[in-house]
């Protein structure tokens, strides 16, 4: 398939060029051209006023020869359920949550993989959504190195032919399920925060932010398999865990695999509170309202309160008032909490682009214009350094 | 050491929106820049050549006008940049791109890699380590600083969703990091003029040797379907009256979220 323009009638108004997400199109002698930067999204098809941009099928590629019967060969919804240190990460049951509902639209199966952790640990995934649990126990995967951990993956891949293979889009799960979807030959979409069933061709539809938040894409992988999706934490939802479903852990031998990274120490941020904003509940953020790294240590202190992390918008984090590690924008961390506090943080796009997808936005700003109120839920204008010390207080006196 | 640096030109994402009325994307005048994460990557790179000598290659993929990035390479202090362009690489997606750059990177010598870890405009993070696995060589992605570099390994420490690893990898390896781990510098009056004479190296699908099956739309397992709007929020609820009586109708809204504060 690709998109042509029917240069004979072109009027070389522009208006593709305009609607081009991609800069794909050019004008060249007074037409519009369409460069190798196209993504093939059709956008400029429905915004050219006189209709001459139009797709065309390629000769030969209309049905890859066999292609139903290698698409029938892979069934089954794989989750990678990932581990630090032998404990589940969240997103892991997330996915559990997800992978059931896909497998009942498509009345197949769940299966989850895990590496490293315990075999109870394998067992446990049983209640929150697998039929099946591949389990490799092998020290290897004590430590996370990307080379094990993909050669792993494909082995199994290869061996079992499963129709999706979700997993978290967590540091760990972005860097090393690009090299399996390399190998293999196949599809991969990164950060998924919506995903789907096309109820025609029983394809996954994979919904994503592109352009920092402001775009989203839904992605196709129609003619190769598996599907991969890594899926951004906090957007599906768990089912309640239930002790009593049946299903069966195959445990797996390692065999020989190679590793030519080796993990020498791993160091968490020492703070009172959690770092790993991904997962948090909670976040309480702060930006250059916080006035200094003192107005961090109060931040700290509601976000213990709430249980939750600490998180800063770039200009606090420039100002070097708290590491990089706890910044949320375009350039930092994506999060999606239950609650996100937004205290004395303006709200540029490239912070929104970071946390607009929180279920419940509370600003607090004392400047009434601040765009951050246009994506908060709640809103509080006034000066943080007055109004942090009065919440703290309140949800002490709430607690005893 | 020699070292390659993979950029990407990107459009400036924070200026690129979408018109809720007609779904369509709004870009005029919005600037091509190279992508931000890329000039951490090349600023590493300077660094260390300077500290162990050898060359620092640029390479990228894409139309004829990524030249303009190729020059600000070049102005900041790469040795040389290589173009990837050919019409038949349109529509790739992170596999196509991946296996065009692997194709290319194979008729380099190099010892280390460098990406940025994700590029404004796509955000997959995908096309470093899928590389990486063409190549057969280890990738380290999140890279937050280079600890230590001796001949045939490297110590870097690696970002982690809650602190940080320190790992070691055999070279040559493939490395994606993150902006903590350096300040870009400025393009010198040297580096410009030398970025106005620099002669750049293009490479079209037959000169990289790639395979015709393996790039561009015919190459990419992944397609775009369409695109549309992200939805906003429309319940936003100002509150009002001083400041105790605002927190205090916060804090009973938040404790009608049975979630937090139990």
């Not at chain 1, 139903?68 to 630090?84: D, I, K, N, P």
């Not at chain 1, 506090?341 to 419940?360: P, R």
């Not at chain 2, 009056?189 to 739309?217: P, Q």
């Amino acid at each position: 398939m690709r998109i042509i323009i029917n240069t004979e009638k072109c009027t070389g108004c522009a208006e593709c060029i305009a609607s081009c997400p991609y800069t794909a199109i050019e004008i060249k002698d007074g037409k519009a051209f369409i460069n190798e930067y196209c993504q093939f999204c059709r956008t400029c098809m429905s915004v050219c006023p006189e209709g001459v941009i139009i797709e065309v099928a390629d000769e030969g590629d209309k049905q890859k020869a066999g292609l139903s019967e290698y698409l029938a060969a892979y069934q089954g919804v794989w989750v990678f359920t990932e581990q630090r240190e032998g404990k589940i990460a969240s997103v892991a049951y997330e996915l559990l949550g997800a992978g059931r509902r896909l497998a009942e639209e498509l009345k197949t199966q769940v299966a989850a993989v895990l590496f490293g952790a315990s075999e109870d640990a394998a067992r446990e995934l049983i209640s929150w959504g697998a039929d099946k649990v591949y389990h490799c126990g092998d020290p290897i995967f004590e430590k996370f190195n990307d080379e094990p951990y993909a050669q792993m993956l494909m082995s199994l891949i290869k061996d079992h032919k499963p129709g999706i293979v979700l997993a978290g889009a967590t540091a760990l799960g972005r860097s090393f399920i690009p090299r399996v979807a390399a190998r293999l030959k196949t599809g991969l979409t990164a950060d998924c925060t919506a995903l789907e069933i096309d109820k025609e061709t029983g394809n996954l539809l994979q919904i994503r932010p592109a352009f920092g938040g402001n775009i989203m894409a839904t992605i196709l992988c129609p003619a190769n398999r598996p599907q991969i999706a890594t899926v951004r934490p906090r957007v599906m939802k768990r089912i309640e865990a239930d002790h009593g479903r049946k299903g069966e852990v195959v445990p797996v031998d390692a065999g020989n695999l190679i590793c030519r990274t080796k993990v020498i120490e791993t160091l968490k941020e020492t703070s009172e509170c959690m770092v790993n904003l991904q997962e948090a509940e909670v976040i309480v953020a702060g930006g250059r309202g916080m006035s200094n790294a003192k107005g961090f240590g109060m931040l700290e202190e509601l976000a213990v309160l709430l249980g939750g992390a600490v998180a800063a918008s770039r200009a606090a984090v420039d100002e070097g008032w708290i590491p990089y590690i706890h910044q949320v924008g375009q350039t930092g961390k994506t999060v999606c909490p239950k609650v996100y506090i937004a205290c004395g943080i303006s709200g540029a796009v490239q912070h929104l682009a970071g946390m607009q997808s929180s279920d419940i936005i509370i600003a607090i700003n004392k400047n009434p214009e601040a765009p951050i109120f246009n994506a908060a839920t709640y809103g509080i204008v006034g000066d943080v350094n007055e109004v942090i010390p009065v919440l703290i207080k309140k949800l002490k006196e709430g607690k005893q | 050491m020699n070292i390659i640096v993979c950029i990407k030109q990107v459009p400036d994402t924070a200026e690129v929106k979408i018109n809720p009325e007609t779904n369509t994307l709004v870009r005029e005048g919005v600037p091509s820049i190279i992508n931000p994460y890329d000039l951490h990557a090349l600023e590493a790179a300077l660094q260390i050549r300077e500290q162990t000598g050898g060359k620092v290659s640029v390479i990228t993929m894409g139309p004829p006008q990524a030249e303009n990035v190729l020059r600000e390479a070049v102005s900041m202090g790469a040795d040389e940049v290589r173009l990837i362009s050919d019409r038949a690489f349109a529509g790739s997606d992170t596999w196509a791109t991946s296996y065009t750059l692997y194709k290319a990177i194979k008729k380099i010598n190099y010892d280390i890699i460098l990406c940025g870890k994700q590029a404004i405009d796509g955000d997959t993070a995908q096309v470093g380590p899928e590389v990486a696995e063409f190549l057969n060589i280890p990738h380290i992605a999140y890279v937050r600083k280079i600890d230590e570099l001796a001949s045939g390994t490297i110590r870097v420490q690696r970002l982690m969703d809650d602190g940080y690893d320190v790992v070691e990898s055999s070279l040559p390896v493939l490395l994606t990091v993150v902006k903590e781990i350096n300040t870009p510098r400025f393009p010198s009056l040297k580096g410009k003029m030398a970025a106005k004479k620099a002669v750049i190296t293009k490479m079209d699908m037959r000169a990289i040797g790639a395979e015709e099956e393996n790039v561009g739309l015919k190459g990419s397992p992944t397609q775009v379907r369409n695109i549309f709007a992200p939805q906003l929020k429309s319940d936003r609820r100002m509150l009002q009256g001083s400041v105790e009586e605002q927190v205090t109708a916060l804090v009973k809204e938040l404790r009608g979220l049975k979630c937090v504060l139990s």
